[in-house]
């Protein structure tokens, strides 16, 4: 009959000590830091966008669809005015067709003085809001 193998003989370098403690690499503890933080950026944009593209228009535009009722909600910020139409808006131009939300530059300073008084009397049912910028030194 055939001999039976003893067991395996254990390895010879088990005195081996490693830094680490036997953790992982350094390098592999950088990345996952690194794609954690890149992960975190990505859902602020994600969350910061707050739904949807607006498309830029003239302040007269806007201004003439306030007249005419046709403006759900509007934010003033800055030099900048934004909202969104009640019913949607075509403009001449590529990718002007059914407007509903809308951004709008304003001259500096415009929106403290007459233009912000002018919009305030003529909004009609639209909803306003006020955005004060933070300045961060």
Aim: one cysteine or more; charged letters at 20%; hydrophobic letters at 35%.
């Amino acid at each position: 009959m055939s001999e039976q193998k003893g067991e395996r003989p254990s390895r010879r370098n088990t005195n081996r000590t490693t830094n680490n403690g036997g953790g992982m690499r350094f390098s592999r503890g950088l990345f996952g830091w690194f794609l954690f933080l890149a992960l975190c950026a990505a859902l602020f944009l994600l969350l910061n966008n707050r739904g949807g593209q607006y498309i830029t228009l003239n302040y007269g535009d806007v201004l003439h669809e306030l007249d005419s009722k046709n403006v759900k909600l509007l934010s003033m910020e800055n030099d900048q005015i934004k909202g969104e139409f009640r019913q949607p808006v075509t403009y001449p131009g590529p990718g002007m067709s059914n407007v509903t939300r809308f951004r709008a530059d304003v001259p500096p300073g415009s929106l403290s003085q007459q233009l912000g008084v002018y919009i305030i009397e003529r909004r009609g049912p639209a909803d306003i809001m006020a955005e004060i910028a933070r300045i961060c030194w």
